[in-house]
Protein backbone atom coordinates (compact mmCIF):
# COMPACT_ATOMS: atom_id res chain seq x y z
CA UNK A 1 0.00 0.00 0.00
CA UNK A 2 2.95 2.11 0.97
CA UNK A 3 4.66 1.66 -1.93
CA UNK A 4 1.52 2.28 -4.14
CA UNK A 5 1.13 5.81 -2.17
CA UNK A 6 4.88 6.67 -3.26
CA UNK A 7 4.05 6.35 -6.59
CA UNK A 8 1.22 7.87 -7.20
CA UNK A 9 2.62 10.61 -4.51
CA UNK A 10 3.64 12.60 -7.49
CA UNK A 11 0.65 13.20 -9.21
CA UNK A 12 -1.43 13.48 -5.98
CA UNK A 13 1.25 16.67 -5.40
CA UNK A 14 0.82 17.86 -8.74
CA UNK A 15 -3.05 17.92 -9.17
CA UNK A 16 -4.49 20.86 -7.50
CA UNK A 17 -1.90 23.20 -8.50
CA UNK A 18 -2.94 22.60 -11.82
CA UNK A 19 -6.20 22.76 -13.08
CA UNK A 20 -6.61 26.41 -14.11
CA UNK A 21 -4.00 26.24 -16.35
CA UNK A 22 -5.93 23.60 -18.73
CA UNK A 23 -7.66 26.45 -20.28
CA UNK A 24 -5.29 28.17 -21.38
CA UNK A 25 -4.32 25.01 -23.06
CA UNK A 26 -7.81 24.37 -24.48
CA UNK A 27 -7.43 27.18 -26.83
CA UNK A 28 -6.48 30.94 -25.94
CA UNK A 29 -7.95 33.41 -23.65
CA UNK A 30 -11.26 34.07 -24.76
CA UNK A 31 -12.43 38.27 -25.21
CA UNK A 32 -14.78 39.22 -22.25
CA UNK A 33 -17.89 39.00 -24.33
CA UNK A 34 -21.35 38.37 -23.27
CA UNK A 35 -23.53 36.74 -25.71
CA UNK A 36 -27.38 36.25 -24.58
CA UNK A 37 -29.15 32.98 -26.41
CA UNK A 38 -32.61 34.33 -27.80
CA UNK A 39 -35.04 32.22 -26.36
CA UNK A 40 -38.10 34.23 -27.89
CA UNK A 41 -37.09 32.38 -31.29
CA UNK A 42 -37.14 28.58 -29.92
CA UNK A 43 -40.20 26.91 -30.02
CA UNK A 44 -38.75 23.57 -29.09
CA UNK A 45 -38.52 23.05 -25.45
CA UNK A 46 -35.69 20.78 -24.74
CA UNK A 47 -33.21 23.90 -26.63
CA UNK A 48 -35.49 26.98 -24.95
CA UNK A 49 -34.17 25.08 -21.30
CA UNK A 50 -30.32 24.61 -22.62
CA UNK A 51 -30.98 27.94 -24.04
CA UNK A 52 -32.71 29.21 -20.72
CA UNK A 53 -29.83 27.86 -18.56
CA UNK A 54 -27.13 29.19 -20.73
CA UNK A 55 -28.37 32.88 -20.05
CA UNK A 56 -29.25 31.76 -16.45
CA UNK A 57 -26.64 29.72 -14.76
CA UNK A 58 -23.22 29.60 -16.27
CA UNK A 59 -21.72 27.08 -13.75
CA UNK A 60 -24.71 24.70 -14.38
CA UNK A 61 -24.48 24.93 -18.47
CA UNK A 62 -20.89 24.23 -17.77
CA UNK A 63 -22.05 21.00 -15.79
CA UNK A 64 -24.66 19.95 -18.58
CA UNK A 65 -21.81 20.72 -21.53
CA UNK A 66 -19.15 18.13 -19.72
CA UNK A 67 -21.90 15.14 -18.23
CA UNK A 68 -23.81 15.47 -21.75
CA UNK A 69 -20.15 15.18 -24.23
CA UNK A 70 -19.26 12.65 -21.90
CA UNK A 71 -22.55 10.40 -21.72
CA UNK A 72 -22.64 11.16 -25.92
CA UNK A 73 -18.98 10.04 -26.63
CA UNK A 74 -19.18 6.98 -24.37
CA UNK A 75 -23.15 6.28 -25.92
CA UNK A 76 -21.35 6.53 -29.38
CA UNK A 77 -18.21 4.56 -28.92
CA UNK A 78 -20.32 1.48 -27.24
CA UNK A 79 -22.93 1.96 -29.68
CA UNK A 80 -20.21 1.85 -32.66
CA UNK A 81 -18.14 -0.98 -31.25
CA UNK A 82 -21.66 -3.09 -31.11
CA UNK A 83 -22.13 -2.45 -35.17
CA UNK A 84 -18.57 -3.03 -36.16
CA UNK A 85 -18.44 -5.82 -33.76
CA UNK A 86 -21.27 -7.33 -36.28
CA UNK A 87 -18.53 -6.93 -39.33
CA UNK A 88 -16.82 -9.69 -38.87
CA UNK A 89 -13.40 -8.09 -38.02
CA UNK A 90 -10.92 -8.86 -35.29
CA UNK A 91 -11.35 -5.56 -32.93
CA UNK A 92 -9.33 -6.88 -30.36
CA UNK A 93 -5.78 -7.87 -31.12
CA UNK A 94 -3.60 -6.69 -33.93
CA UNK A 95 0.29 -6.76 -34.51
CA UNK A 96 2.51 -4.00 -33.68
CA UNK A 97 5.11 -3.47 -36.91
CA UNK A 98 7.25 -0.36 -36.69
CA UNK A 99 8.73 -0.72 -40.53
CA UNK B 1 -32.86 23.71 -49.60
CA UNK B 2 -33.68 25.34 -46.00
CA UNK B 3 -33.35 21.56 -44.25
CA UNK B 4 -29.59 21.80 -44.96
CA UNK B 5 -29.15 24.78 -42.38
CA UNK B 6 -29.72 23.73 -38.58
CA UNK B 7 -30.40 27.17 -36.18
CA UNK B 8 -27.91 27.32 -33.54
CA UNK B 9 -29.93 28.21 -29.77
CA UNK B 10 -26.54 29.82 -28.46
CA UNK B 11 -25.09 31.52 -31.06
CA UNK B 12 -28.49 32.23 -33.10
CA UNK B 13 -26.65 31.41 -36.78
CA UNK B 14 -27.89 29.24 -39.28
CA UNK B 15 -25.06 26.49 -40.19
CA UNK B 16 -24.99 24.27 -42.82
CA UNK B 17 -25.40 21.12 -40.78
CA UNK B 18 -23.61 18.40 -43.32
CA UNK B 19 -20.49 20.68 -43.33
CA UNK B 20 -20.78 19.93 -39.10
CA UNK B 21 -21.04 15.94 -39.81
CA UNK B 22 -18.10 15.95 -42.05
CA UNK B 23 -15.58 18.15 -40.05
CA UNK B 24 -16.99 15.85 -37.03
CA UNK B 25 -15.89 12.75 -39.75
CA UNK B 26 -12.64 14.29 -40.84
CA UNK B 27 -11.42 14.49 -37.90
CA UNK B 28 -12.77 11.50 -36.21
CA UNK B 29 -10.81 9.96 -39.01
CA UNK B 30 -7.33 11.59 -38.50
CA UNK B 31 -7.67 11.98 -34.74
CA UNK B 32 -7.94 8.35 -34.26
CA UNK B 33 -5.01 7.91 -36.86
CA UNK B 34 -2.91 9.73 -35.22
CA UNK B 35 -3.98 10.24 -31.62
CA UNK B 36 -4.72 13.53 -31.16
CA UNK B 37 -7.63 16.28 -30.77
CA UNK B 38 -7.23 18.33 -33.99
CA UNK B 39 -8.01 21.62 -32.50
CA UNK B 40 -5.80 22.78 -35.48
CA UNK B 41 -8.32 21.70 -38.07
CA UNK B 42 -11.61 21.69 -36.48
CA UNK B 43 -11.40 25.72 -35.33
CA UNK B 44 -10.79 26.94 -39.13
CA UNK B 45 -12.99 24.48 -40.37
CA UNK B 46 -16.17 26.00 -38.14
CA UNK B 47 -15.07 29.15 -39.13
CA UNK B 48 -15.34 28.80 -42.62
CA UNK B 49 -18.74 27.26 -41.84
CA UNK B 50 -20.02 30.45 -40.25
CA UNK B 51 -19.32 29.86 -36.76
CA UNK B 52 -18.77 33.02 -34.73
CA UNK B 53 -15.11 32.90 -33.36
CA UNK B 54 -16.09 33.54 -30.19
CA UNK B 55 -18.19 29.92 -30.52
CA UNK B 56 -15.40 27.82 -32.69
CA UNK B 57 -12.74 27.26 -30.05
CA UNK B 58 -15.02 26.33 -27.38
CA UNK B 59 -17.01 24.34 -29.27
CA UNK B 60 -14.12 22.64 -30.72
CA UNK B 61 -12.87 21.79 -27.48
CA UNK B 62 -16.18 20.02 -26.30
CA UNK B 63 -16.22 17.61 -29.30
CA UNK B 64 -12.36 16.84 -28.85
CA UNK B 65 -13.58 15.35 -25.61
CA UNK B 66 -16.18 13.19 -26.70
CA UNK B 67 -14.47 12.60 -29.79
CA UNK B 68 -11.48 11.31 -28.11
CA UNK B 69 -14.07 9.23 -25.61
CA UNK B 70 -15.38 7.23 -28.87
CA UNK B 71 -11.20 6.82 -30.02
CA UNK B 72 -10.10 5.82 -27.11
CA UNK B 73 -13.18 2.91 -26.27
CA UNK B 74 -12.03 1.20 -29.31
CA UNK B 75 -7.96 1.95 -29.02
CA UNK B 76 -8.53 0.55 -25.46
CA UNK B 77 -10.08 -2.58 -26.88
CA UNK B 78 -6.66 -3.20 -29.16
CA UNK B 79 -4.84 -3.02 -25.86
CA UNK B 80 -3.42 0.23 -26.95
CA UNK B 81 -3.99 2.32 -24.28
CA UNK B 82 -1.60 2.38 -21.37
CA UNK B 83 -3.98 3.81 -18.66
CA UNK B 84 -0.74 4.00 -15.79
CA UNK B 85 1.29 5.86 -18.13
CA UNK B 86 -1.63 7.92 -19.32
CA UNK B 87 -2.47 8.81 -15.67
CA UNK B 88 1.55 9.43 -14.76
CA UNK B 89 1.48 11.52 -17.83
CA UNK B 90 -1.07 13.61 -16.98
CA UNK B 91 0.19 15.02 -13.48
CA UNK B 92 3.15 16.15 -15.46
CA UNK B 93 1.10 17.63 -18.60
CA UNK B 94 -1.15 19.56 -16.09
CA UNK B 95 1.83 21.06 -13.70
CA UNK B 96 3.66 22.37 -17.27
CA UNK B 97 0.53 23.55 -18.69
CA UNK B 98 0.13 25.96 -15.92
CA UNK B 99 4.20 26.84 -16.14
CA UNK B 100 3.13 27.26 -19.93
CA UNK B 101 0.48 29.98 -19.10
CA UNK B 102 2.74 31.63 -16.92
CA UNK B 103 4.99 32.14 -19.42
CA UNK B 104 2.70 33.38 -21.52
CA UNK B 105 1.01 35.68 -19.22
CA UNK B 106 3.93 37.25 -18.69
CA UNK B 107 5.03 37.56 -22.80
CA UNK B 108 1.14 39.40 -22.33
CA UNK B 109 2.71 41.75 -19.66
CA UNK B 110 5.39 42.86 -21.89
CA UNK B 111 3.80 42.58 -25.17
CA UNK B 112 5.84 40.40 -27.47
CA UNK B 113 2.98 37.28 -26.84
CA UNK B 114 1.72 36.68 -30.47
CA UNK B 115 4.62 36.71 -32.98
CA UNK B 116 6.55 34.79 -30.01
CA UNK B 117 3.82 32.76 -29.51
CA UNK B 118 3.48 32.15 -33.34
CA UNK B 119 7.17 31.55 -34.25
CA UNK B 120 8.12 29.15 -31.61
CA UNK B 121 4.84 27.77 -32.93
CA UNK B 122 6.20 27.23 -36.34
CA UNK B 123 9.39 26.42 -34.56
CA UNK B 124 8.24 23.15 -32.90
CA UNK B 125 6.35 21.98 -36.20
CA UNK B 126 9.64 22.50 -38.04
CA UNK B 127 11.40 20.72 -35.65
CA UNK B 128 8.67 17.50 -34.70
CA UNK B 129 8.73 17.31 -38.92
CA UNK B 130 12.46 16.90 -38.96
CA UNK B 131 12.61 14.52 -36.24
CA UNK B 132 9.97 12.30 -38.30
CA UNK B 133 11.27 12.45 -41.92
CA UNK B 134 15.34 11.88 -40.04
CA UNK B 135 13.61 8.98 -38.23
CA UNK B 136 12.16 7.83 -41.03
CA UNK B 137 15.76 7.97 -43.27
CA UNK B 138 17.48 5.94 -40.48
CA UNK B 139 15.22 3.25 -40.34
CA UNK B 140 14.79 3.04 -44.15
CA UNK B 141 18.81 2.78 -43.93
CA UNK B 142 18.84 0.36 -41.01
CA UNK B 143 16.18 -1.99 -42.61
CA UNK B 144 18.98 -1.97 -45.74
CA UNK B 145 21.99 -3.21 -43.93
CA UNK B 146 19.72 -5.93 -42.44
CA UNK B 147 19.77 -4.22 -38.77
CA UNK B 148 16.51 -4.83 -36.40
CA UNK B 149 15.86 -3.17 -32.88
CA UNK B 150 13.56 -5.83 -31.41
CA UNK B 151 10.31 -7.43 -31.56
CA UNK B 152 8.18 -4.53 -33.33
CA UNK B 153 11.55 -4.59 -36.26
CA UNK B 154 13.68 -1.61 -37.51
CA UNK B 155 13.60 1.74 -35.57
CA UNK B 156 15.43 4.85 -36.62
CA UNK B 157 15.84 7.25 -33.81
CA UNK B 158 16.23 5.37 -30.26
CA UNK B 159 17.22 8.10 -27.90
CA UNK B 160 14.75 6.48 -25.23
CA UNK B 161 17.14 4.01 -24.43
CA UNK B 162 19.69 6.26 -23.20
CA UNK B 163 16.86 8.25 -20.99
CA UNK B 164 15.71 4.51 -19.85
CA UNK B 165 19.22 4.16 -18.14
CA UNK B 166 18.31 7.29 -15.89
CA UNK B 167 17.86 5.16 -12.67
CA UNK B 168 16.26 7.60 -10.24
CA UNK B 169 13.63 5.84 -7.84
CA UNK B 170 10.65 5.27 -7.96
CA UNK B 171 11.13 3.14 -11.13
CA UNK B 172 7.74 1.66 -13.21
CA UNK B 173 6.98 -0.55 -15.20
CA UNK B 174 4.02 0.13 -18.23
CA UNK B 175 2.76 -3.05 -19.17
CA UNK B 176 0.68 -2.23 -22.54
CA UNK B 177 3.67 -0.01 -23.92
CA UNK B 178 6.16 -2.67 -22.39
CA UNK B 179 8.91 0.10 -21.02
CA UNK B 180 9.92 0.00 -17.08
CA UNK B 181 11.91 3.72 -16.93
CA UNK B 182 12.08 6.44 -13.81
CA UNK B 183 8.33 7.48 -13.02
CA UNK B 184 9.98 10.93 -13.55
CA UNK B 185 11.13 10.37 -17.28
CA UNK B 186 7.63 10.35 -18.15
CA UNK B 187 6.35 13.05 -15.54
CA UNK B 188 9.10 15.29 -16.89
CA UNK B 189 8.66 15.02 -20.71
CA UNK B 190 4.77 15.32 -20.73
CA UNK B 191 5.65 18.52 -18.01
CA UNK B 192 8.20 20.01 -21.10
CA UNK B 193 5.56 18.94 -23.65
CA UNK B 194 2.24 20.26 -21.58
CA UNK B 195 4.58 23.45 -20.66
CA UNK B 196 5.04 24.20 -24.30
CA UNK B 197 1.18 23.29 -24.89
CA UNK B 198 0.09 25.71 -22.56
CA UNK B 199 2.48 28.09 -24.09
CA UNK B 200 0.98 27.76 -27.46
CA UNK B 201 -2.46 27.45 -26.20
CA UNK B 202 -2.83 24.03 -28.21
CA UNK B 203 -4.58 21.02 -26.58
CA UNK B 204 -0.88 19.15 -27.13
CA UNK B 205 -1.59 15.54 -29.04
CA UNK B 206 0.74 17.16 -31.44
CA UNK B 207 3.91 17.64 -29.07
CA UNK B 208 3.39 14.48 -27.19
CA UNK B 209 2.49 12.03 -29.34
CA UNK B 210 6.21 12.23 -30.91
CA UNK B 211 7.19 12.77 -27.97
CA UNK B 212 5.73 9.10 -26.39
CA UNK B 213 7.79 7.70 -29.09
CA UNK B 214 10.73 9.14 -28.95
CA UNK B 215 11.66 10.18 -26.01
CA UNK B 216 9.43 7.85 -23.69
CA UNK B 217 9.70 4.57 -26.35
CA UNK B 218 6.02 3.69 -26.40
CA UNK B 219 5.49 1.80 -29.66
CA UNK B 220 3.38 3.86 -31.80
CA UNK B 221 0.07 2.64 -31.91
CA UNK B 222 0.24 2.67 -27.88
CA UNK B 223 1.29 6.28 -28.12
CA UNK B 224 -1.70 6.96 -30.47
CA UNK B 225 -4.21 5.10 -27.98
CA UNK B 226 -2.62 6.38 -24.94
CA UNK B 227 -2.34 9.73 -26.04
CA UNK B 228 -6.11 10.28 -26.76
CA UNK B 229 -7.04 8.90 -23.65
CA UNK B 230 -4.85 12.21 -22.34
CA UNK B 231 -6.77 14.24 -24.71
CA UNK B 232 -10.10 12.98 -23.65
CA UNK B 233 -9.58 14.23 -19.80
CA UNK B 234 -7.94 17.61 -20.88
CA UNK B 235 -10.91 18.28 -23.43
CA UNK B 236 -13.66 17.68 -20.63
CA UNK B 237 -12.09 19.90 -18.56
CA UNK B 238 -11.46 22.52 -21.48
CA UNK B 239 -15.62 22.09 -22.28
CA UNK B 240 -15.99 22.67 -18.54
CA UNK B 241 -13.88 25.94 -18.52
CA UNK B 242 -15.07 27.34 -21.67
CA UNK B 243 -19.09 26.16 -20.85
CA UNK B 244 -18.50 28.78 -18.04
CA UNK B 245 -17.26 31.37 -20.21
CA UNK B 246 -20.77 30.91 -22.62
CA UNK B 247 -18.25 29.89 -25.69
CA UNK B 248 -19.87 26.11 -26.40
CA UNK B 249 -22.65 25.63 -28.83
CA UNK B 250 -23.98 22.40 -27.69
CA UNK B 251 -26.15 21.55 -30.68
CA UNK B 252 -22.97 21.87 -33.11
CA UNK B 253 -21.09 19.46 -30.87
CA UNK B 254 -23.81 17.05 -30.99
CA UNK B 255 -24.27 16.83 -34.77
CA UNK B 256 -19.92 16.89 -34.73
CA UNK B 257 -20.30 14.26 -32.68
CA UNK B 258 -22.34 11.68 -34.87
CA UNK B 259 -20.03 12.12 -37.69
CA UNK B 260 -17.07 11.95 -35.77
CA UNK B 261 -18.34 8.55 -34.48
CA UNK B 262 -17.81 7.14 -37.91
CA UNK B 263 -14.91 8.76 -39.01
CA UNK B 264 -13.38 7.35 -35.46
CA UNK B 265 -13.82 3.48 -35.92
CA UNK B 266 -12.61 4.46 -39.38
CA UNK B 267 -9.17 6.08 -38.38
CA UNK B 268 -8.60 3.50 -35.23
CA UNK B 269 -9.14 0.58 -37.10
CA UNK B 270 -6.64 1.57 -39.80
CA UNK B 271 -3.93 1.69 -37.37
CA UNK B 272 -4.20 -2.24 -37.26
CA UNK B 273 -2.95 -2.20 -40.84
CA UNK B 274 -0.75 0.72 -41.02
CA UNK B 275 3.06 -0.18 -39.80
CA UNK B 276 3.96 2.29 -37.26
CA UNK B 277 6.11 4.33 -39.66
CA UNK B 278 3.33 4.91 -41.82
CA UNK B 279 1.59 6.90 -39.10
CA UNK B 280 4.80 8.42 -38.14
CA UNK B 281 5.33 9.74 -41.75
CA UNK B 282 2.02 10.39 -42.32
CA UNK B 283 1.73 12.98 -38.84
CA UNK B 284 4.89 14.50 -40.07
CA UNK B 285 3.03 15.41 -43.69
CA UNK B 286 0.27 16.26 -41.26
CA UNK B 287 2.86 18.82 -39.34
CA UNK B 288 3.96 20.05 -42.18
CA UNK B 289 0.66 21.23 -43.68
CA UNK B 290 0.04 22.68 -40.25
CA UNK B 291 3.11 24.74 -39.80
CA UNK B 292 2.93 26.00 -43.75
CA UNK B 293 -0.20 27.17 -43.00
CA UNK B 294 0.59 29.08 -39.44
CA UNK B 295 3.47 30.64 -41.71
CA UNK B 296 0.93 31.93 -44.83
CA UNK B 297 -1.70 33.18 -42.01
CA UNK B 298 1.20 35.26 -40.36
CA UNK B 299 1.99 37.16 -43.64
CA UNK B 300 -2.39 37.57 -43.99
CA UNK B 301 -2.45 35.36 -46.82
CA UNK B 302 -5.39 33.74 -44.97
CA UNK B 303 -7.30 32.12 -48.11
CA UNK B 304 -3.66 30.07 -49.55
CA UNK B 305 -3.89 29.01 -45.58
CA UNK B 306 -7.07 27.26 -44.93
CA UNK B 307 -7.18 25.63 -48.82
CA UNK B 308 -3.80 23.94 -47.66
CA UNK B 309 -5.37 23.38 -44.51
CA UNK B 310 -8.66 21.83 -45.64
CA UNK B 311 -6.39 19.66 -48.82
CA UNK B 312 -4.17 18.55 -46.73
CA UNK B 313 -7.22 17.04 -44.41
CA UNK B 314 -9.05 15.96 -47.27
CA UNK B 315 -5.96 13.57 -48.79
CA UNK B 316 -4.92 12.06 -45.65
CA UNK B 317 -8.37 11.42 -44.41
CA UNK B 318 -8.63 9.45 -48.19
CA UNK B 319 -5.66 7.80 -47.33
CA UNK B 320 -6.83 6.44 -43.99
CA UNK B 321 -9.69 5.42 -45.34
CA UNK B 322 -7.99 3.58 -48.36
CA UNK B 323 -5.65 1.74 -45.32
CA UNK B 324 -8.69 0.83 -43.77
CA UNK B 325 -10.97 -0.68 -46.15
CA UNK B 326 -8.49 -2.56 -47.91
CA UNK B 327 -7.07 -3.99 -44.78
CA UNK B 328 -10.71 -5.03 -44.07
CA UNK B 329 -11.43 -6.17 -47.48
CA UNK B 330 -8.55 -8.16 -47.09
CA UNK B 331 -9.41 -9.72 -43.58
CA UNK B 332 -12.50 -10.88 -44.54
CA UNK B 333 -11.47 -12.25 -47.47
CA UNK B 334 -8.42 -14.55 -45.70
CA UNK B 335 -11.16 -15.41 -42.86
CA UNK B 336 -13.22 -16.78 -45.58
CA UNK B 337 -10.66 -18.78 -47.60
CA UNK B 338 -9.64 -20.05 -43.72
CA UNK B 339 -13.71 -20.90 -43.34
CA UNK B 340 -13.62 -22.42 -46.90
CA UNK B 341 -11.14 -24.40 -46.14
CA UNK B 342 -12.13 -25.85 -42.66
Known amino acids: MRKRMWKLLPLILALPAVLPGLAWAAGGKAADLVVVADTRVLTNSVLYYFADVYNMNPTLNAVWAVVLTAIYGSFLGFFMDFLMSRTGLDLKSRKIVEH | MEWLYMHMPI ?28 AWMVTPGLNILGF ?41 TMVGIE ?31 WMVFYDYAKAVGKKKKGLTDGEHGTEGVTWYKTLHKINIPPMMHFPHAGITCSAWLPIMVSMVTGMLAGFLGIGGGLLRMPALIYLIGCPTHISVGTDLFEVMISGLYGAFTFAMKGRIEMVAVFVMLTG ?40 KFNAPAAVIILGAIAAICLWIMKIMFQGAAQELREKKAGAGQA
Not at chain 2, 13 to 20: D, E, K, R, S, Y
Not at chain 2, 264 to 279: E, L, N, R, W
Request: with cysteine; net charge positive.
Open chain 2, 260 to 299: AAIGAQIGTIATKYAKGYGIRVAFGLAVLACMVSIILKQF
Open chain 2, 11 to 38: SGVNIFWPGLVLIGFSVGVIGGFFGMGG
Open chain 2, 52 to 92: PMAFAIGTDMAHIAGKSMISTVRHSKFGNVDYKLGIVMLAG
Open chain 2, 99 to 129: IGAQIVMWLERIGLVGSVVRWVYVGFLALIA
